[in-house]
Every structure is written in C-alpha cells, then in structure tokens.
C-alpha cells in the first residue's frame, strides 16, 4: 500500500481544524505553513472557491477525462466497483473524486497501479494541476506532489483560455 498517496488524498477532503496537520502528514511542510496563515474559515473558502466553483479544477476526475460523456458514467461504475473491491468505503463524493482514485491507486499491486494510472489517473491530475498553475493557486503544491508521486507522469497539457466575445452596444 502506498502511504504516501492515501496521506495525500486527506489533503482533498473539505478543510477542518486539522487541515494543517494533514498537511505536515503528507510532508507538504511550505504549503501547511501557507495555509495555516489563512485560518480555518479562509482556507476553507480557497478550497470551495477553487474547487467547487471551477470546473477546470474539478476534484471529479473522470469529468478531466470525459467531460459530461456517457464515458465518464461507464468510468464511474468502474471507479465503484474498484472502490468495493479493494473495500475502501464510499463517501459523499463521486467515486471518481480523486480521494477515491488515488485511495484505489495506493491499494492496488505496482502493474495495476502503472496502467491504471497511465490510462486515468495521470492525465486528468495533470490536466488538474495545469489548471492550478495557471490560475497561480496554492492547491497546486498538493496535486504536484500526488502527480509525483504516482507511478507514470504524463506531460501538462496547455490550457485553454477562453476570453469573452466583446460586442458593440446594440448588436447582437
């Protein structure tokens, strides 16, 4: 079992009194010490703010993978019957919340884990984390560490930037 990565995921959960502590966990040492700075009630705000509101930086990851395709359902299925199957509890969350993924990641024997991740989980944590770059977020720091922590790195895609579409008053 990778420690390491089940440490980490606690780090995508909503933010309590112990968040800080979850991060010297995960040995994330430079952002615990940039989040305690905000307190509770403000970290707390960042993580909905930069999560919940942002679909480029959704914690869901099969919607990196899918979108709002049939195949995201197909994955979700599959993403709840790896949870029962390597009998990690399901919680509120989608099961293909990363908390999930990477709780199934860390379970799973080094062939399983390379090809699930090469397949899954690498490339929407990296479609993740080019989102948190580019918008400068703090969140960046732990979806690096779960990028490098993970048994195949793939490349940060580009983001796309979509400016909006300025029309002369009266016209459509």
């Known amino acids: 079992m990778n420690q390491v990565l089940e440490r980490l995921a606690r780090l995508f959960e909503y933010p309590g009194e112990d968040y800080v502590r979850r991060c010297?966990?995960?040995g994330l040492d430079v952002f615990a010490a940039e989040v305690a700075?905000?307190?509770t009630t403000g970290l707390?705000?960042?993580?909905?703010?930069?999560?919940?509101?942002?679909?480029?930086?959704?914690?869901?990851?099969?919607?990196?993978?899918?979108?709002?395709?049939?195949?995201?359902?197909?994955?979700?299925?599959?993403?709840?019957?790896r949870l029962s199957?390597?009998?990690?509890?399901?919680?509120?969350?989608?099961?293909?919340h990363i908390t999930h993924v990477?709780?199934?990641?860390?379970?799973?024997?080094?062939?399983?884990?390379?090809?699930?991740?090469?397949?899954?989980?690498?490339?929407?944590?990296?479609?993740?984390?080019a989102a948190l770059e580019h918008s400068h977020s703090p969140f960046a720091a732990p979806v690096r560490a779960v990028?490098?922590?993970?048994?195949?790195?793939?490349?940060?895609?580009?983001?796309?930037?979509e400016l909006p579409i300025l029309r002369e008053e009266g016209t459509l």
């Not at 919940?52 to 195949?71: F, I, K, M, T, V």
């Not at 199957?85 to 293909?96: C, K």
Request: hydrophobic share 45%; glycine share 8%.
């Open 44 to 81: 707390q705000e960042l993580f909905v703010g930069t999560f919940d509101w942002n679909p480029s930086a959704s914690l869901d990851l099969g919607w990196h993978l899918y979108g709002e395709q049939y195949q995201r359902g197909e994955f979700l299925v599959e993403m709840r019957d």
């Open 24 to 26: 010297h966990e995960a």
């Open 102 to 129: 990477l709780a199934v990641v860390a379970r799973m024997d080094a062939e399983a884990a390379d090809r699930f991740s090469r397949d899954y989980a690498a490339p929407a944590v990296a479609k993740l984390l």
């Open 147 to 161: 990028r490098e922590e993970l048994p195949v790195e793939v490349p940060l895609p580009a983001v796309k930037t």
């Open 37 to 39: 700075a905000l307190g």
């Open 85 to 96: 199957r390597y009998g990690i509890a399901e919680t509120g969350e989608l099961p293909d």
